[in-house]
């Protein structure tokens, strides 16, 4: 096997106020009159004038205000799509996605969907999708998962939750503005913030490392730790670390992995919706004896900024509920290579991960 020839955001802006900018740069990308923008946003900016009377509408566009509730699906990307379809004369110039990882998830897989056959649910894997994806701009109001940046969109379907892995799924444009993280609340902040930094500890202390990989989750791991330890910073340098730190982290994992902690993370969203963030810091919260120096410094972030973590969530489960999370955690064979090596079955057993849930 070859190495990886991987597409990256072909454009991006940085700075605080460079929202403004979204109409001229969107502008050289309409088709024409009748094929419209749609920009799919967070519906807590429902209402907010610092984000709503920025977007610039014209002829047919549209905003559709999406909930982050819960994390997409892909039967909600099909929704979209058809919707998107049926109100519209032609094809969108492009679709522009303003939130958190939720969004912006669900802005690539529905610009991918809208030149692809079939359902979204057909795509979840590695390198299905057949035709490029139409115009996508990302614009991140929380920063932490790298959904900026990534070649994935993580979906939950009818059968399992897996990303879109494609080529084409990376935004064409992406608009870093620190300024439209400040309305973060602090739990948030510290949540999706700590998936960034569990990025960054599982890359650096993975078997798949490289210097790619490395160059990229070292800055970030000294940028979370300028944030959430040594806490001498203005709160807008903060926004603007963090911001980068998430870019960074994500390019991190691009050239190599994840690992136990999003393993069993995945498992703790698909039984019970546990949304990414929380589960991550909840799992990781407990694998002192995968990763001794990293969550050391997690467990001192957490009293600094005085987080207390949801408790006891895996208390009342049955035996077929554990079973459902375990082959969910299992199933996913990369990351326990990159966190353990090729032979990582010989300590990863299933009471081995029954003993830890347990412990959520
Ligand atoms: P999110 O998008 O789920 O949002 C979390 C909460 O913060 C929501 O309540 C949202 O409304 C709120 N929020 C967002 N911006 C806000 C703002 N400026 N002010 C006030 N509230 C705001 O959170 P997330 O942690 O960024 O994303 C999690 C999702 O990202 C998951 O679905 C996960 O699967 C996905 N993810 C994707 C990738 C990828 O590479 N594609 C990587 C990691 C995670
Ligand atoms: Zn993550």
């Not at 984000?51 to 979209?80: C, G, H, N, W």
């Not at 059968?159 to 503005?177: A, H, M, R, W």
Request: proline share 4%; aromatic share 10%.
């Amino acid at each position: 096997m070859g190495y990886k020839n991987y597409p990256m955001v072909s454009r991006v802006v940085f700075g605080r106020g460079s929202f403004n900018q979204l109409g001229d740069i969107i502008q050289t990308k309409r088709l024409n009159a009748n094929a419209p923008f749609i920009f799919l946003i967070d519906d807590v900016f429902k209402g907010n004038p610092f984000i709503t009377t920025r977007i610039p509408l014209a002829y047919d566009d549209e905003m559709i205000f999406i909930s982050a509730d819960e994390e997409p699906k892909t039967s909600q990307v099909d929704e979209l799509v058809e919707h998107i379809i049926l109100t519209h004369n032609e094809r969108p110039s492009g679709i522009i996605g303003i939130g958190g990882g939720t969004i912006l998830d669900l802005a690539k897989a529905v610009s991918i969907m809208l030149t692809n056959e079939g359902e979204a649910k057909d795509y979840q894997g590695w390198d299905l999708v057949k035709s490029p994806a139409i115009y996508h701009v990302g614009i991140p109001t929380i920063s932490g998962t790298g959904a900026e940046v990534s070649r994935t969109t993580v979906l939950t379907g009818p059968e399992k939750k897996l990303g879109i892995n494609s080529d084409y799924t990376p935004f064409d444009q992406v608009i870093l503005d620190p300024e439209l993280t400040a309305s973060v609340s602090k739990q948030q902040w510290f949540y999706t913030g700590m998936d960034c930094y569990i990025h960054c500890i599982e890359s650096l202390n993975g078997t798949f490392l490289n210097a790619f990989s490395q160059s990229y989750g070292e800055k970030a791991f000294e940028l979370c730790k300028e944030i959430f330890v040594h806490g001498n910073l203005s709160e807008q340098e903060a926004q603007d670390k963090l911001m980068m730190a998430s870019w960074h982290g994500g390019m991190s994992i691009a050239y190599s992995q994840v690992g136990v902690a999003h393993a069993m993370s995945y498992g703790l969203s698909y039984l019970l919706g546990i949304k990414h963030g929380v589960g991550n810091c909840i799992v990781f919260d407990q694998l002192e004896s995968f990763y001794p120096e990293g969550v050391r410094l997690f467990k001192e972030m957490k009293k600094r900024h005085n987080i207390q973590l949801p408790q006891a969530i895996c208390a009342n489960l049955d035996d077929e509920q554990f079973d459902i999370m375990i082959d969910v955690a299992l199933g996913l064979e990369p990351l326990w290579q990159n966190a353990l090596g090729g032979q990582w079955k010989q300590t990863i057993t299933r009471e081995v991960l029954r003993s830890l849930y347990q412990k959520m």
